[in-house]
């Protein structure tokens, strides 16, 4: 079966910038989505078709994706932004998410 | 406003089934692709379902095919997973997502804009 592997923790510094990533065979073939997720919450799509934004979602996450890794990069990062990050991809019409990165805004 | 309201989890012995449904507002429901997706305790998202807009389109994660049932009610506004033989790893809270773009296959990658807050499922004795 298709895997999504991430890291399990970033640290970054308040006005920093977070990469994280998203690994998986020949995933730059495939479109890949991110989500946020705060302790308590539903997760919310910050990411999506690679590098689209949804309406509302800070211009500061970016999102790429090129032969076997999808990146979400947090540009200034804020406090706010402190929580669980997960990739999405469709391995055709199995929906597979990465195994999440805990990102710490020190 | 969209609202997604799950209901119908609960504890559960092993063996036994479940029907977990989605009550839907605020978007005109048969436009749109909807998820299941879980998450055990302390642990990562898992797709679990997906069905298209029209129904045309269904798919399973490979850990309930053959066990759980999506179906959708488009007068109601209302979606169900129905779970039968239950094992404990089934424990998790199951979330409802509606996806972004309409008239899509659920495996569309445009993503899912709307979650619930879900509904916990335990599976034990």
């Known amino acids: 079966s298709y895997e999504l592997t991430q890291p399990p923790s970033v640290s970054v510094s308040p006005g920093q910038t977070a990469s994280i990533t998203c690994s998986g065979d020949?995933?730059?073939?495939?479109?890949a989505s991110w989500y946020q997720q705060k302790p308590g919450q539903s997760p919310v799509l910050v990411i999506y078709?690679?590098?689209m934004r949804p309406s509302g979602i800070p211009e500061r996450f970016s999102g790429s994706n090129s032969g076997n890794t999808a990146t979400l990069t947090i540009s200034g990062t804020h406090g706010m932004d402190e929580a669980d990050y997960y990739c999405?991809?469709?391995?055709?019409?199995?929906?597979?998410f990465g195994t999440g990165t805990k990102v710490t805004v020190l | 406003e969209v609202q997604l309201v799950e209901s119908g989890g609960g504890l559960v012995q092993p063996g036994r089934s479940l029907r977990l449904s989605c009550a839907a507002s605020?978007?005109?429901?048969?436009?749109?692709?909807m998820h299941w997706v879980r998450q055990a305790p302390g642990k990562g998202l898992e797709w679990v379902s997906g069905?298209?807009?029209?129904?045309?389109?269904?798919g399973y994660a490979d850990s309930v095919k053959g066990r759980f049932t999506i179906s959708r009610d488009n007068a109601k506004n209302s979606l169900y997973l129905q779970m039968n033989s239950l094992r404990a790893e089934d424990t998790a809270l199951y979330y409802c997502?509606?996806?972004?773009?309409?008239?899509?296959?659920?495996?569309?990658?445009?993503?899912?804009?709307?979650w619930g807050q879900g509904t916990l499922v335990t599976v034990s004795s």
């Open positions: 605020g978007f005109t429901f048969d436009d749109y692709a």
């Open positions: 997502a509606k996806h972004q773009d309409s008239e899509t296959y659920y495996y569309d990658s445009s993503g899912s804009d709307y």
């Open positions: 069905i298209s807009w029209n129904t045309d389109s269904i």
């Open positions: 020949k995933l730059g073939n495939k479109y």
């Open positions: 078709k690679d590098s």
């Open positions: 999405q991809a469709w391995d055709s019409t199995t929906g597979v």
